[in-house]
């Protein structure tokens, strides 16, 4: 996606848009680092966002839950100030939004899975 985004991303032929989709079932973490991720891109704008991202997948192993104690330490990592992030994480500020992206999700018929995603897409267009 990187490469995609430089080759193609400047010139407005190519968008990467983010959305959540926290499957608790499956990571039980994942509403928390969403809204977490959310205020750090708030409170320090895309760059800030995707360091802090990179941070909570590269901090572990694949199957390893994400340690939602460390968030705050990577939100100051990504270069925003920690008592404004633990402000909006604690006010619940973007928890709407999340919901949204799930509801959003749900309404395309979006599963867990890309594969699944794509099939049940495809399948809904043909």
Excluded at 36 to 58: H, M, P, Q, R
Excluded at 74 to 86: F, I, Q
Aim: net charge neutral; charged share 20%; proline share 4%.
């Amino acid at each position: 996606m990187n490469k995609i985004m430089t080759e193609y991303g400047n010139d407005g032929k190519v968008a990467w848009v983010f959305r959540h989709f926290p499957l608790v079932e499956l990571h039980p973490n994942a509403p928390k680092t969403a809204a977490a991720a959310e205020c750090v891109a708030s409170l320090g704008g895309n760059d800030a966002f995707w360091k802090f991202s990179n941070l909570i997948y590269t901090d572990r192993t694949t199957n390893e839950l994400a340690n939602v104690t460390k968030l705050p330490e990577y939100a100051e990592k990504a270069g925003v100030n920690k008592a404004k992030y633990t402000q909006c994480v604690q006010a619940g500020t973007f928890t709407d939004a999340i919901d949204a992206d799930v509801t959003e999700a749900l309404k395309r018929v979006l599963g867990g899975h890309p594969t699944q995603s794509l099939s049940s897409v495809i399948s809904k267009v043909s």
